[in-house]
């Protein structure tokens, strides 16, 4: 930025932040009318200006007279009748001030500045030096005063209807002539506003439902005069709203429709000398949009189903772009954008509880919240339970795991899936089967079980609650092999006895075979060990005595049996009988 620049905007701020407002010519006497010889002070009035030591240049007519706050004319003439104003070192320059010197016998002075509610002194004046009486004063024509030796007429209080054309009359005593002659002087009085006519102002415009609403009584002092306090009241409908005071605003928070109506404000100043009232402004309170309603997609939701909330509003005045944001149980669950929708994929059983959205315009933030609405989210399947049999699980034996449920009664069709786990590894996959069957258990089969179950499409799952199984070494199949050892043995020794026993039975009672198996002795040299021979002890019925031969020893059947062909060949040889010889010796005891 070059140093001019700089300068420059300095200059500005100058300008703008130097003096508040502009100067102010003022006369002293303040009449705006003086004889020839009269003096005169005019004075260059301004706002302190933060500080600055400021400077200060007269002007008559355009054309610089003189250099300093005040300027003073001694023994005025006709001449230094015109326009005056001063400049201040900022810039600013008054409003022109008008001064006329006369040289006549009499002039009717007024004051150079007449604001609302002053007291307006008229004077009529007659040429220093003279003697003068019967002073009358009146106003457009008309006798205000009557016939008074006081030069004076007050007007306390004036407004706009003091604005007219005054006169006055007086009897000037003539020296040269010796006689009274009637003067008549004139002069136009211009009342002008201290402050303007006040207007309401409201923001925003137009007002919603629910927003912040804010009146302003609008009005401006004039700028001779503005230091002059003043005084707000606001009214609705012709009722006083906010009293009398220094504020000139009027605030409402979260508006109603009910806030409608017709507003006016009234200004005064703090002695209630001028006071003017605005006209009445219409506001009525609009819904921008309206408040809105929250919806779910379904009235009964379950575990694992999809869930969408709806919140929907209308929208009054186009266009109009609103945002949407959810609350759960009043946490925020989905912040503020420009979906009025909030999915949940697969509600669970947390996604329950109150839930309300609101509505907001992206442009002046106006916020509106539906009601609640209660969203429940129904149990699927209750959480399962692992229950193991055998309850107690030795070595050896089978294991049954099984994972109950129970489905919500609007659910009975849903399809589940259950797996297994040990110590949190998997034994067996999700299958639709609730059971899972180990056999044979044995030690490292021990440790914490739990099953867990899902819907086929994996959208709800829980898992039971550990089961600890610790697999017993003391079976029933060692209790089984014991016994069954014991048995094997005992059948053992008993057929160790059997044997025994038969074997020494025997020997006492084997009978001589028949003297004929001699001939034999030659072919059971060549049968050897192949030859078997059964010993069977036959009990035997009774029969008649003539047919069973006679014999002394025990009931015995002998039976020799060649169950070779071979040795029966060899013995068919020699014997007469081509089948095996039974020899028979049945006794019986009488």
Request: proline fraction near 4%; charge should be negative.
């Amino acid at each position: 930025m070059s140093p001019e620049t700089s300068v420059l905007l300095l200059w500005l701020v100058l300008i703008q932040e130097g003096a508040s407002i502009r100067p102010v010519v003022t006369f002293t006497p303040n009449y705006k009318k003086i004889f020839t010889t009269e003096s005169i002070t005019m004075t260059c009035d301004v706002e302190a200006t933060r500080g600055e030591d400021l400077k200060y240049k007269w002007y008559k007519d355009h054309m610089q007279v003189h250099s300093g706050k005040s300027y003073t004319i001694q023994n005025a003439g006709t001449s230094h009748s015109g326009n005056y104003e001063c400049q201040i070192s900022t810039g600013e320059i008054s409003d022109p001030a008008r001064l006329d010197v006369s040289n006549g016998w009499l002039i009717l002075q007024t004051p150079l500045y007449v604001y609302e509610g002053d007291e307006m002194k008229l004077r009529c004046h007659h040429y220093p030096g003279y003697v003068a009486r019967q002073i009358t004063f009146y106003k457009e024509s008309k006798v205000i005063t009557g016939r008074s030796a006081d030069e004076e007429f007050h007007i306390s209080n004036v407004d706009s209807t003091s604005t007219r054309k005054y006169k006055c009359t007086k009897e000037v005593y003539y020296h040269p002539l010796s006689a009274w002659s009637v003067c008549a002087a004139e002069a136009s009085v211009s009342v002008e506003e201290l402050f303007k006519t006040p207007t309401i102002k409201v923001t925003p415009r137009p007002v919603f439902k629910k927003e912040n609403m804010t009146l302003k009584c609008e009005t401006s002092l004039h700028p001779s005069r503005k230091n002059t306090r003043l005084r707000f009241t606001f009214y609705r409908e012709g009722r006083v709203i906010q009293g009398s005071g220094d504020k000139d605003i009027y605030e409402v928070s979260m508006v109603q429709l009910e806030h409608s109506g017709k507003y006016s404000c009234e200004v005064q100043t703090t002695d209630g000398r001028v006071r003017k009232k605005s006209a009445e402004e219409p506001i009525q309170i609009e819904e921008q949009f309206s408040y809105p309603n929250i919806t779910v997609t379904k009235n009964l939701t379950a575990e694992g189903d999809a869930m969408t909330l709806t919140c929907d509003t209308t929208i009054h005045i186009k266009p109009t772009e609103v945002q949407f944001a959810f609350y759960r149980d009043g946490r925020e669950v989905r912040g503020f954008n420009l979906s009025n929708k909030y999915e949940v994929q697969f509600a669970q059983q947390e996604d329950s509880g109150n839930y309300t959205c609101e509505v907001k315009n992206t442009i002046n933030t106006t916020m509106k919240t539906s009601d609640r609405y209660n969203v429940w989210v129904e149990e699927l399947f209750s959480p399962p339970v692992l229950k193991v049999s055998p309850e107690l699980v030795n070595q050896g034996e089978n294991m049954i795991l099984t994972c109950d449920t129970n489905l919500s009664e609007h659910r009975q069709t849903t399809e589940l899936q259950y797996a297994f786990y040990r110590d949190g590894e998997n034994i067996q996959g999700f299958t639709s089967s609730n059971i899972y069957e180990a056999k044979f258990m044995k030690e490292e089969n021990s440790g914490t079980y739990t099953c867990e179950i899902q819907a086929s499409n994996g959208s709800v799952k829980k898992r039971s609650k550990e089961v600890q199984i610790e697999v017993s070494y003391h079976s029933s199949l060692m209790i089984i092999l014991s016994v069954s050892l014991g048995l094997l043995l005992l059948i053992v020794i008993i057929s160790i006895f059997v044997s025994v026993y038969n074997k020494r039975r025997s020997s006492n009672n084997n009978p001589q075979p028949p003297t004929d198996a001699d001939e034999y002795s030659d072919a059971d040299n060549e049968y050897s060990d192949a030859d078997k021979i059964t010993y069977t002890n036959l009990a035997m019925t009774r029969g008649p005595q003539n047919d069973v031969p006679e014999n002394n020893g025990s009931d015995v059947v002998y039976a020799v049996v060649n169950s070779k062909a071979k040795l029966q060949a060899k013995a068919s040889q020699r014997m007469s009988d081509t089948s095996t010889d039974v020899y028979q010796n049945i006794g019986s005891n009488r």
